[in-house]
Nanobody, 124 residues
Framework: QVQLEESGGGLVQAGGSLKLSCVKSGSGYSVAAMEDMGWYRQAPGKQRELVATITTRGATTYAASVKGRFTISSDNAYSTIYLQMNSLKPEDTAVYYC???????????????WGQGTQVTVSS
């Protein structure tokens, strides 16, 4: 089983910065086989949306709304991923969720794993 635990959320003024962390833990095939992790966010009354992703090879993707302001990274072991958020705007206010995708067995279907989320609030 895979566990994902986020930290680093909080309250910040517009224009400020925050850095989120997500630690991957657990045992089993899925932990080692996870090659795709990322951050999603969900604002009140809105659908959960992709923010950024990173693979074990370091390939990254970003939502258009955060490109140039947010940076996703990982440690060398791909056990922790980060989201550096700069120039924050009130519209960035949301619960931020860590996500990972991995098969449970070598030839099994890919499953999605989620953390419990961390609140980010940007005041104007």
């Amino acid at each position: 089983q895979v566990q994902l635990e986020e930290s680093g959320g909080g309250l910040v003024q517009a224009g400020g910065s925050l850095k989120l962390s997500c630690v991957k833990s657990g045992s089993g095939y899925s932990v080692a086989a996870m090659e795709d992790m990322g951050w999603y966010r969900q604002a009140p009354g809105k659908q959960r949306e992709l923010v950024a992703t990173i693979t074990t090879r370091g390939a990254t993707t970003y939502a258009a709304s955060v490109k140039g302001r947010f940076t996703i990274s990982s440690d060398n072991a791909y056990s922790t991923i980060y989201l550096q958020m700069n120039s924050l705007k009130p519209e960035d206010t949301a619960v931020y969720y860590c996500n990972g995708r991995a098969p449970q067995t070598p030839f099994g279907a890919v499953s999605a794993y989620w953390g419990q989320g961390t609140q980010v609030t940007v005041s104007s």
